[in-house]
């Protein structure tokens, strides 16, 4: 039966946000039959009282290549996200405007949409997948589905209609009906060929500066910092922009009392969920209370959310943004609430401790390189702020305090998406606990 070969499935499956907790019930919400042996399905997935819904392009009567990983899910049915014969009904759909049973495709306004492009699944590490049309488009499949419009599409829509210098450009969105409520399913923008995200780039310094075992970090071949500091040129210029194109506030201080008292309670469920961080749980704890001793007005705005060097590109011209969906994971609400944009600030930082780390975890020389490490994150963390303020980024020195305490919020998320998604990987965030900058 369906149900029963589709839970066995998702579990593998990289953006399944569910791993480790039991399937107790899987329900299919919606079938639509978009093309012959082509269905978009809508899921719920309940598991220990809570429910997660999910889409799936199902491909039916699967072809004998698609009889295997990592499109098969099981007897004749399989990811039709893999069938460039079937993902052109897509590119079509939104060319042309239809409308499929509850399924609207769109095309922004003024733009054409090249429908003789073929598909192919990018292989990255992804909450979502995306498929790449020539190297001319990507269209992002949102797998998790959450009521609402996604943010991605709303910031860089507006973003676009600005002439936005650091986004790739949106080309349309698949959308339905979920709750009552006009819901993203997938969006399509310009592919960025000839780049490098910042994740691979950085890795490439990272690397460099290990072979090296007799240069500094400023010296090594790889070295990244003058890109960081560009990089933080970029992140200020997107921040004006999305100031500019959304409603920004100024929060009282009884609200940054109130906004480090929620990350208390994050950190506690992270506590709950990954004991290991109890002890350390007090570096957190100081770093917020002391938050709530200096609070004082904090301008805020929409930001990206979800700020690292994998959502990050490097062209041949320029950095480029994207991602703007906030956390996966958080309703929509709070991903589209206004932010301090430090938020992002101290999401980019945080990635740059990831990158120098995380090659250390099974290195031969792990314990003499770790000081090389530290020395390469606090180069590049610092060329990053220097190029934020450069940007005309607001950053003031009394913001360290806030910067530090964002950082750890932003940790303690991560220890519990590691701890879900790559346990190996553990190590990285808790160490941010045992670092006292
Ligand atoms: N417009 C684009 N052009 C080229 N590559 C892209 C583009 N958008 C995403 N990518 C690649 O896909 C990866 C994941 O994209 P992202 O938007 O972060 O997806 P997710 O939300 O699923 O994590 C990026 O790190 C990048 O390598
Ligand atoms: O890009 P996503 O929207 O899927 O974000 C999620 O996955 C990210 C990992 O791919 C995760 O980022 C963490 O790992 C990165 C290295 O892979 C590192 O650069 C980031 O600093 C770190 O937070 C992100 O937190 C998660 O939401």
């Not at 598909?119 to 020539?134: D, I, R």
């Not at 969006?187 to 075992?213: H, I, K, P």
């Not at 702020?385 to 919020?409: I, M």
Request: charged residues 25%; hydrophobic residues 40%; glycine residues 6%.
């Amino acid at each position: 039966m369906l149900t029963e070969l589709l839970t066995g499935w998702i579990t593998h499956q990289r953006w399944f946000a569910g791993k480790g907790r039991p399937i107790d019930n899987l329900v299919v919400d919606s079938d639509v039959q978009l093309a012959p042996r082509l269905r978009h399905v809508i899921i719920s997935v309940h598991q220990a009282g809570a429910c997660d819904r999910y889409q799936l392009l199902l491909g039916t009567d699967a072809p004998d290549e698609y009889r295997f990983k990592p499109a098969h899910i099981g007897e004749d049915y399989y990811d039709a996200a893999y069938d460039a014969d079937l993902t052109c009904v897509l590119l079509t759909g939104m060319a042309e405007n239809r409308d499929l049973g509850p399924l609207r495709f769109r095309h922004l306004d003024g733009v054409e949409i090249n429908t003789s492009l073929r598909s192919l699944v990018l292989n990255a590490e992804q909450s979502n997948t995306s498929l790449v049309y020539g190297d001319t488009y990507i269209c992002k499949l949102f797998r998790r589905l959450t009521p609402g419009v996604n943010p991605e599409l709303e910031i860089v829509t507006a973003l676009a209609r600005r002439d936005g210098t650091h986004i790739a450009r949106p080309y349309g969105w698949i959308e339905t009906d979920l709750d009552g409520e006009p819901t993203t399913l997938a969006m399509t923008q310009e592919f960025l060929s000839n780049s490098n995200d910042g994740w691979a780039l950085a890795l490439t310094s990272v690397r460099d500066l290990y072979g090296t075992l007799e240069c500094s970090a400023s010296e090594a071949g790889g070295d990244f910092s003058a890109e960081s500091f560009r990089l933080g040129v970029a992140t200020a210029q997107v921040h004006h922009e999305l100031a500019a194109a959304f409603p920004v506030d100024v929060i009282e201080s009884q609200e940054v009392k109130r906004m480090v008292e929620e990350f208390g309670r994050r950190l506690a469920v992270a506590v709950a969920e990954v004991p290991e961080l109890r002890e350390h749980a007090h570096v957190a704890e100081e770093a917020y209370q002391r938050v709530s001793e200096v609070a004082r007005e904090m301008p805020v705005q929409r930001v990206h959310g979800d700020y690292h060097l994998g959502q990050v590109m490097r062209t041949p011209t320029d950095w480029i943004i994207l991602d703007f969906e906030g956390e996966p994971g958080q309703p929509i609400a709070e991903r589209r609430a206004l932010a301090s944009p430090l938020r992002d600030v101290a999401g980019m930082l945080r990635s740059f401790d990831y990158a120098a780390r995380h090659l250390l975890a099974d290195h031969v020389d792990a314990d003499e390189l770790r000081p090389r490490a530290v020395e390469w994150a606090e180069l590049n963390r610092s060329s990053f702020l220097a190029g934020y303020s450069a940007g005309g980024g607001h950053l003031r020195a009394e913001d360290a305090v806030l910067l530090r305490a964002l950082e750890l919020d932003k940790a303690a998320y991560e220890v519990v998406y590691e701890a879900r998604n790559r346990p190996t990987w553990l190590h990285i965030p808790m160490a941010a606990f045992q670092l006292d900058r």
